[in-house]
């Protein structure tokens, strides 16, 4: 069983035609919708094993703060399969091995909702600095959401 941890990235510039969408940075927003992220995370007492975010500076910002905040040792690792064009079965091959761990997964819409829906079949959209919390079993494909906040409700 694994614990999946899906968080969308915080809030970033806007993007600006002819430049780069992979070097857009947080704002202070995004930065605060992350803070609030990891101290859900704290509240709940969740242990992080491993950490995944898309390359692009907005995902890798966004978990860089999740982790600075948790004090999570973990090496941030950027894979492919996190970017925001990908297909979900990319990713979920990627963790089909993983076994006994908690992963925090942080990327884009409307990946990450693509990747919800090829593990749950249920349709979950969520917006900037929202998290998806769920447990799967890559064996037999079996998974169960445990929880599902947005900034809205972290603010208060």
């Known amino acids: 069983m694994i614990n999946l941890i899906f968080v969308r ?8 035609e002819g430049e780069s969408d992979e070097a857009r940075k947080l704002v202070k927003r995004g930065i605060k919708q992350m803070k609030r992220v990891a101290e859900l995370l704290d509240d709940i007492n969740v242990t992080v094993d491993r950490v995944f975010s898309s390359r692009f500076l907005r995902a890798y910002q966004s978990a860089d703060v999740i982790c600075d905040e948790l004090k999570i040792d973990a090496k941030i690792e950027t894979i492919p399969e996190l970017e925001p064009e990908r297909k979900p079965l990319d990713f979920i091959n990627r963790i089909k091995e993983f076994d ?3 992963c925090l997964v942080v990327s884009h819409e409307p990946l990450i909702s693509a990747i919800l829906k090829a593990i749950t079949g249920a349709n979950i ?3 900037k600095g929202s998290l998806v919390q769920l447990d799967y079993e890559p064996s037999d494909g079996g ?14």
Not at 9 to 15: K, M, N, Y
């Open 9 to 16: 990235h915080g809030s970033a510039e806007p993007s600006v």
């Open 100 to 102: 006994n761990l908690t």
């Open 125 to 127: 959209e969520i917006s």
């Open 143 to 156: 998974s169960l959401v445990k929880l599902i906040i947005d900034q809205k409700v972290l603010q208060r």
